[in-house]
């Protein structure tokens, strides 16, 4: 069985990450109090669909894919008899024949090319590998996906005893790191457009990552700062059949490697294939896991960010509205 890279120190990781802003490394209820008021303020002069955010339970683990991670767990380079995007194009290609999955594109009036990310997003959401990484416009979504399952820490201060929080600034990448619309000229491609990418022996360079959203109108357009995140595709990629997609305010980004993980993708060396990215490495606080309750507490009460929230079950929350409404008739 293959295993995936992790960090050891601190040290090791901050090299790949952009580590100039405030509170890299946080140890207290003070110190996270002062960066969670900084990054939630409208204070920056920017879009808001600017800022993405994704949480990690661990600092020690790297930003891979589930493909990447079923690919190298499993050893598939060995016995699959293809490679990493041919692996991924053949689900896609399985998942069309699904009567069902059939039904509700043809219901959208998508053609076979444009229903073959919105297939890779329903995957994503349903526990199927793909290249796809999940992150969020909302930085209490990533907080919460970060503590979801964490108790505390032990006090010590290694790597282990924290957890992470990942922050690409998109303006500062405007050139390379593309809305999947704007990357391929204006419409929808179909996947397999992008199955020179990746580890391709022959086209080393021809490489690319771009993110995939129906909350964002790519580069040309966007949110204002105090503007409330909001659907704006003509044609859904995410949040077609997808119910998780619109409380977490999620975001995909395409990464076509086997092994190459995004932060590492964010710091492609001129000697390294993909040399031509050149995309600036993005932010990352590591905070105390003795936090995690504390910070669980305090998204719930504040913004009301719980379990219930970000994984909906609407037959439950039907059940619940009829019996609130009933309730109160009895009160009368």
């Not at 991924?88 to 999955?101: E, H, R, V």
């Not at 022996?201 to 790519?218: H, L, Q, R, V």
Request: proline share 4%; glycine share 4%; hydrophobic share 35%.
């Amino acid at each position: 069985m293959g295993k995936l890279k992790e960090y050891e120190t601190f040290e090791e990781k901050n090299k790949l990450f952009f580590n100039k802003e405030q509170f890299v490394q946080i140890d207290t209820k003070e110190e996270f109090d002062q960066w969670f008021k900084f990054y939630t303020s409208n204070i920056k002069e920017s879009k808001k669909t600017d800022f993405i955010y994704r949480g990690m339970g661990d600092a020690r683990y790297k930003l891979y894919t589930s493909a990447q991670r079923a690919w190298i767990q499993n050893d598939m380079k060995e016995w699959c008899g293809k490679n990493f995007l041919h692996f991924i194009n053949d689900m896609i290609s399985q998942s069309k024949t699904y009567p069902l999955i059939n039904k509700v594109f043809d219901l959208y009036d998508y053609n076979a090319d444009e229903r073959e990310f919105p297939i890779l997003s329903i995957l994503q959401h349903y526990t199927a590998p793909t290249p796809l990484m999940d992150w969020s416009y909302n930085l209490n979504v990533a907080l919460f996906f970060a503590t979801e399952n964490l108790q505390c820490g032990n006090g010590h201060n290694k790597l282990s005893d924290y957890f992470s929080i990942y922050r690409i600034d998109k303006s500062k990448n405007k050139n390379e790191f593309l809305h999947i619309v704007d990357f391929s000229g204006g419409s929808i491609p179909s996947f397999d457009k992008f199955l020179d990418f990746g580890d391709h022996e022959n086209k080393p360079n021809a490489n690319g990552i771009f993110y995939i959203s129906d909350f964002d109108e790519g580069n040309s357009y966007g949110t204002t700062p105090n503007a409330k995140i909001k659907i704006v595709a003509r044609k859904p990629l995410t949040t077609i059949y997808n119910q998780n997609i619109i409380p977490q305010e999620g975001v995909f980004i395409f990464n076509p490697f086997s092994e190459k993980t995004i932060e590492e993708v964010f710091n492609a060396s001129k000697n390294e294939s993909g040399w031509n990215l050149q995309l600036r490495p993005f932010s990352c606080f590591n905070i105390k896991k003795d936090l995690a309750d504390y910070i669980r507490r305090r998204i719930k009460e504040k913004y009301s960010i719980d379990k219930n929230f970000i994984y909906p079950k609407l037959n439950e929350d039907a059940q619940k509205i009829k019996n609130l409404v009933l309730n109160r008739y009895c009160k009368k």
